[in-house]
């Protein structure tokens, strides 16, 4: 075909892929719902993987072709193999995605009472435009280390019995001077305080009772005294679960696609593999949206430590092998791309924009300034991805995050790239990205599953 066309997922699916498209969205859905943070995430991909037959590389000494193995780091991270029939020194096809999300994290100190309220201190995680996170039913979601080693999990808000929380937002009638203010000043940092209660405990005489109070319910509930918030991991997140979108219920609102929708389908397409030629292996990593540093991010070297692990259960080399696997590499590094808005048109460049509904977005290149910090991908491997794609019927579409000069951004393709894999940055167009509340197509989702199956498949 001479001319580039692009249908809509709409318009190719059939009735039972329509049913299959649905059907994968709910599931997804549950999922979202119950992975708001990225141990709750992790936990989940673990029992979904272990369902499916993996088993945890630490109690292998072995692994042959069409084994199914994971390795997860603190908790926070992922990362899972299928054995392929080729050595892995022919490279891996690996599907990268992250599963923390922007959201408020309790400050080491952070109850405190002012004018008989108690509320919660703060500090936002990852971009967030501050404004959006006021005047909504927040829950706590977490973990809490006890002196003595005790991990609690917290959950409150989610249950439909449960109390929720939330950050107060001025009254319009009074909000003279705060309207006066850019978007970025309207709401500050420092004012991202948690209201938890306004109930007394103790006797009249006594002072700060609305903190005592809370602290009488946390110790009743969890056995947690005051400080043990310095040993949590508290995230407070939007309260609610993911849910269709859109009178014909052809989208899906959720907590957290960014990026756990190109998690979520990343897991799914590798349970589809059994016995690839080449091993094929699903990364989700941990604290992308704050530059990917620390033991879990992709910064870290444990993924390289895994794959390693892997190779010498496979009886292959860790030294030129292993070096051989890095650069034959080929990676898809998935992260949802900005998804055009009728609303604020002007941002995009309408040529290369990722629409609703076309299918999984490619990016080239991602960075800003002149791609300032991008992995740029080669056109060799496109033309491979092309290929594919075009072979196995998926539908794609390439985009840019905004115009040029308008902004921009990046994720964990370079981090990859760096280890000298052939990476291209991937993934499913989202509305609203980094709000309480985004938005994604559903046939874009089970597009990008789709794709994400014919490359582990076929790429060699
Ligand atoms: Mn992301
Ligand atoms: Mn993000």
Redesign the pocket.
Same mark, same amino acid.
């Given at each position: 075909m001479l001319k580039r066309e692009f249908p809509l997922v709409w318009d190719r699916y059939e009735k039972t892929s329509l049913e299959a498209c649905d059907a994968f969205a709910k599931e997804y859905i549950d999922m979202l719902s119950k992975g708001k943070t990225e141990r709750e995430f992790v936990r989940e991909a673990k029992e979904a993987c272990e369902a499916q037959g993996f088993k945890n590389i630490e109690a292998l000494d072995r692994v042959q072709a069409g084994d199914k193995v994971y390795a997860i780091n603190m908790d926070k991270n992922i990362f899972m193999f299928v054995v392929g029939s080729e050595p892995m020194a022919k490279g891996l096809n690996l599907l990268g995605a992250?599963v923390d999300?922007p959201r408020l994290d309790l400050k080491q100190n952070p109850l405190y009472e002012n004018n008989n309220l108690c509320l919660l201190e703060t500090h936002y995680y990852g971009g967030v435009k501050k404004y959006q996170w006021v005047a909504q039913p927040m829950a706590i979601h977490g973990v809490v280390f006890k002196e003595n080693g005790e991990r609690v999990d917290v959950v409150i808000g989610e249950d439909p019995s449960d109390p929720v929380v939330g950050i107060s937002d001025l009254l319009i009638h009074l909000s003279k001077d705060q309207m006066q203010e850019t978007l970025a000043k309207g709401v500050k940092g420092e004012d991202l305080n948690v209201l938890v209660g306004s109930r007394p405990a103790g006797e009249e005489k006594d002072k700060d009772r609305m903190k005592a109070y809370i602290l009488d319910l946390l110790h009743e509930k969890y056995g947690m005294v005051e400080e043990d918030f310095v040993s949590s991991e508290l995230e407070i997140v939007p309260a609610g679960r993911a849910r269709e979108y859109g009178l014909d219920r052809s989208m899906i609102m959720g907590y957290g696609h *960014? *990026?756990r929708v190109?998690a979520y389908a990343s897991m799914r397409a590798l349970f589809e593999v059994e016995q690839p030629t080449m091993t094929t292996g699903c990364i989700l990593c941990d604290k %992308? %949206?704050v530059g990917s540093q620390g033991a879990t991010g992709m910064h870290s070297e444990v993924f390289q430590h895994v794959v390693r692990d892997l190779m010498e259960r496979h009886g292959e080399s860790t030294g030129k092998e292993y070096r051989a696997a890095m650069r034959n590499s080929r990676m898809l590094s998935s *992260?949802?791309s900005a998804a055009f808005d009728p609303n604020y048109p002007s941002v995009n460049e309408p040529n290369n924009t990722a629409y609703f509904n076309r299918g999984i977005v490619f990016n080239k290149y991602t960075g800003s300034g002149g791609k300032g910090g991008c992995n740029d991908a080669n056109p060799e491997f496109m033309a491979k991805i092309r290929g594919i794609m075009n072979q196995e019927n998926i539908l794609w579409q390439t985009a840019e995050l905004g115009k040029v000069d308008q902004g921009g951004g990046g994720?964990i393709a370079g981090i990859m790239g760096n280890m000298g894999m052939s990476v291209i940055d991937a993934?499913i167009a989202v509305q609203n990205?980094h709000a309480p509340w985004e938005v994604v197509s559903k046939g874009d989702l089970y597009e990008a599953f789709r794709a994400y199956v014919a490359f582990l498949r076929e790429m060699k």
């Amino acid at each position: 075909m001479l001319k580039r066309e692009f249908p809509l997922v709409w318009d190719r699916y059939e009735k039972t892929s329509l049913e299959a498209c649905d059907a994968f969205a709910k599931e997804y859905i549950d999922m979202l719902s119950k992975g708001k943070t990225e141990r709750e995430f992790v936990r989940e991909a673990k029992e979904a993987c272990e369902a499916q037959g993996f088993k945890n590389i630490e109690a292998l000494d072995r692994v042959q072709a069409g084994d199914k193995v994971y390795a997860i780091n603190m908790d926070k991270n992922i990362f899972m193999f299928v054995v392929g029939s080729e050595p892995m020194a022919k490279g891996l096809n690996l599907l990268g995605a992250h599963v923390d999300s922007p959201r408020l994290d309790l400050k080491q100190n952070p109850l405190y009472e002012n004018n008989n309220l108690c509320l919660l201190e703060t500090h936002y995680y990852g971009g967030v435009k501050k404004y959006q996170w006021v005047a909504q039913p927040m829950a706590i979601h977490g973990v809490v280390f006890k002196e003595n080693g005790e991990r609690v999990d917290v959950v409150i808000g989610e249950d439909p019995s449960d109390p929720v929380v939330g950050i107060s937002d001025l009254l319009i009638h009074l909000s003279k001077d705060q309207m006066q203010e850019t978007l970025a000043k309207g709401v500050k940092g420092e004012d991202l305080n948690v209201l938890v209660g306004s109930r007394p405990a103790g006797e009249e005489k006594d002072k700060d009772r609305m903190k005592a109070y809370i602290l009488d319910l946390l110790h009743e509930k969890y056995g947690m005294v005051e400080e043990d918030f310095v040993s949590s991991e508290l995230e407070i997140v939007p309260a609610g679960r993911a849910r269709e979108y859109g009178l014909d219920r052809s989208m899906i609102m959720g907590y957290g696609h *960014d *990026d756990r929708v190109c998690a979520y389908a990343s897991m799914r397409a590798l349970f589809e593999v059994e016995q690839p030629t080449m091993t094929t292996g699903c990364i989700l990593c941990d604290k %992308e %949206e704050v530059g990917s540093q620390g033991a879990t991010g992709m910064h870290s070297e444990v993924f390289q430590h895994v794959v390693r692990d892997l190779m010498e259960r496979h009886g292959e080399s860790t030294g030129k092998e292993y070096r051989a696997a890095m650069r034959n590499s080929r990676m898809l590094s998935s *992260d949802v791309s900005a998804a055009f808005d009728p609303n604020y048109p002007s941002v995009n460049e309408p040529n290369n924009t990722a629409y609703f509904n076309r299918g999984i977005v490619f990016n080239k290149y991602t960075g800003s300034g002149g791609k300032g910090g991008c992995n740029d991908a080669n056109p060799e491997f496109m033309a491979k991805i092309r290929g594919i794609m075009n072979q196995e019927n998926i539908l794609w579409q390439t985009a840019e995050l905004g115009k040029v000069d308008q902004g921009g951004g990046g994720t964990i393709a370079g981090i990859m790239g760096n280890m000298g894999m052939s990476v291209i940055d991937a993934g499913i167009a989202v509305q609203n990205m980094h709000a309480p509340w985004e938005v994604v197509s559903k046939g874009d989702l089970y597009e990008a599953f789709r794709a994400y199956v014919a490359f582990l498949r076929e790429m060699k």
